[in-house]
């Protein structure tokens, strides 16, 4: 081989080279995306950033309520020593004419299968806290005649969670 094919070939070799080294230098490194949105690299091991914890809930309310309610958003909150235990939870209030009215009342008494003999119907869950007004199961996408009606699960929470006594408040 002559001397000139063998500088020949070397050349090829070097610009071959060196091609392929700028390539290298040229790709980023890759870095794994999560299989899943706060799921971990790798399966079956530990996402190496844990997600964040959730957000503390907070009520509207004064720290000694035990049920907080706010109208303009139709949500309630049972609270212990200040801080939320449960909610929000979805209710609906009094319609126009028969407003639920705002305020800090003391619950009078319970009483978990109570049926209304001035609407003729039942208030399953229901808790007393200003008169003739209650918490208790009912449909909450229609407004009431003054009464809080909750889901199922939360009026049955708050009876249990409630006792006479307890403070309610009422927030616009």
């Known amino acids: 081989m002559s001397i000139k094919n063998l500088r020949a070939r070397a050349a090829k070799f070097v610009a071959v080279a060196g091609i392929a080294a700028a390539g290298f230098t040229l790709t980023a490194t890759a870095q794994a995306e999560p299989l899943w949105p706060g799921g971990p690299d790798i399966p079956g091991v530990p996402a190496i950033v844990p997600p964040p914890p959730p957000a503390p809930v907070y009520a509207p309310c004064s720290a000694d309520t035990r049920f907080c309610l706010r109208l ?65 199961i009912g449909p909450i996408e229609e407004q009431s005649h003054g009464c809080i009606r909750m889901t199922p699960e939360g009026a049955e929470r708050t009876y249990n969670h409630l006792s006479p006594g307890d403070i309610v408040e009422v927030v616009e």
């Open 72 to 136: 303009s958003t139709n949500e309630g909150w049972l609270m212990e020593d200040g801080k939320v235990t449960y909610g929000p939870t979805p209710i609906s209030h009094g319609r126009p004419g028969f407003e639920t009215p705002p305020g800090r009342f003391d619950v009078d008494f319970k009483k978990a299968d109570h049926w209304s003999t001035m609407h003729n119907a039942p208030m399953k869950w229901a808790v007393f806290f200003n008169g003739d007004i209650a918490t208790h």
